[in-house]
């Protein structure tokens, strides 16, 4: 037997084994809940204030270049 017919076999007798369909099926609508109920969290936290609890990189790094010659930074 050549390892396609063995793979063959093995997903049409997965596909068909309604505890692995109920599991499958479970698992999307885990994840589907997570994440309408993480979004909803997050938009109830969230205020017109400018609060936010998701990631910015406003300020992260800041890279200060001392250069009295100006020869990296051109002020025009």
Known sequence: MSSWTITKWELKNTLHNRKFILIFFLQLVVLLMMVLFFSSFMEGIESDEG??????????????????????????
């Open 51 to 76: 609060i936010s609890l998701t990631p910015s990189l406003n300020q992260f790094a800041s890279l200060d270049i001392y250069d009295p010659q100006n020869i990296l930074i051109q002020m025009k």
